[in-house]
């Protein structure tokens, strides 16, 4: 018998979804500087939706003489069943309170990512039941059961697909939490305010963006209560008030920016090949202090 293969593309998931990770987006840039936690919060969100996205924008279904196969989206999920365990197949209509994806319903699951129509397999040993969405039901159900009917062969196959199933969905599930989990550490990290180390000829800037600035280098060391205005960010970290890294600054150009919008004030220091940097600390008065350290030092060795 040839393979036979039925897709059914996931409208209704892949609307839904587009729809709320275009929101989620478009409210974290919104939100851009002036929030932190509501950025994270919505580019979490902004992140599960999308790999929701490739989980579950179609659902694809196989049929060969031994097995009936599934997979969904890219195919990381997906299970297959031996046809000689099967005791029926039958084309059913799914109540509109199950919605899409992967739901338990009464005595087993269901996978759809589309519409209402679905196959229904109940299995021999223990009565329980897959449903799978298709848009082309009674067609699936008259091949599987039409293979039911001539197969008393094959009974030594083993069926696999629980475990197979269990794995892969624990796997799935792992990988999605750790990278939620990676990558909101990661954004509480770069949140953290840098730490500026004194040194007898030089400073150091700790962080993925800090270097190392000999007294001598520079040239003009001062304060503002307010910063320039941000043109654009070239190579950085910008989340809610904090911003790290190179970033283009109106009527400035080109500065190194260590800054907290939310601390005053912000120390401006201008080295002598040009290069511009901001910082400031987790509060006013630390910032205050590392400024008449830096500046008593850099006096020291002009």
């Not at 094959?154 to 197979?164: F, H, I, L, R, V």
Request: with cysteine.
């Amino acid at each position: 018998m040839e393979t036979k293969k039925y897709t059914q593309f996931g409208t209704i998931t892949v609307v839904i979804l587009s729809v709320v990770l275009i929101i989620s987006v478009v409210t974290a840039l919104n939100i851009g500087l002036s929030d932190s936690i509501s950025t994270i919060i919505f580019w979490s969100i902004a992140l599960i939706l999308f790999i929701s996205l490739l989980f579950f924008y179609k659902i694809d279904i196989e049929i060969d003489r031994v097995h009936i196969t599934f997979k969904m989206g890219i195919g990381i999920i997906g299970k297959s069943y031996d046809i000689s365990k099967i005791e029926s197949c039958k084309p059913v209509k799914n109540s509109v309170l199950y919605g899409w994806g992967i739901h338990k319903i009464p005595n087993g699951w269901l996978y759809n990512v589309s519409g209402l129509n679905a196959v229904e397999l109940t299995f021999k040993t223990t009565g329980k039941k897959i449903r799978i969405g298709t848009n082309k039901p009674s067609e699936i159900t008259d091949i599987v059961t039409g293979l039911i009917n001539l197969t008393h062969v094959n009974t030594e196959s083993k069926d696999t697909s629980q475990n197979y199933s269990t794995s892969k969905s624990r796997n799935i599930y792992m990988a999605v939490t750790a990278t939620i989990i990676i990558v909101v550490l990661f954004n509480l990290y770069q949140y953290q305010p840098e730490k500026i180390y004194l040194k007898e000829n030089q400073l150091e800037i700790s962080g993925e963006y800090g270097f190392p600035i000999y007294y001598r280098q520079i040239t003009v060391i001062d304060t503002f209560s307010q910063m320039p205005v941000i043109e654009m960010r070239t190579n950085g970290f910008a989340l809610g008030k904090v911003c790290k890294g190179n970033f283009r600054l109106k009527n400035t150009g080109s500065a190194i920016l260590f800054v907290n919008y939310n601390v005053t004030p912000f120390v401006h220091i201008a080295l002598k090949y040009g290069k511009v940097i901001y910082f400031n600390l987790k509060n006013r008065q630390t910032t205050i202090d590392m400024f008449d350290k830096i500046k008593s030092l850099t006096k020291q060795t002009h």
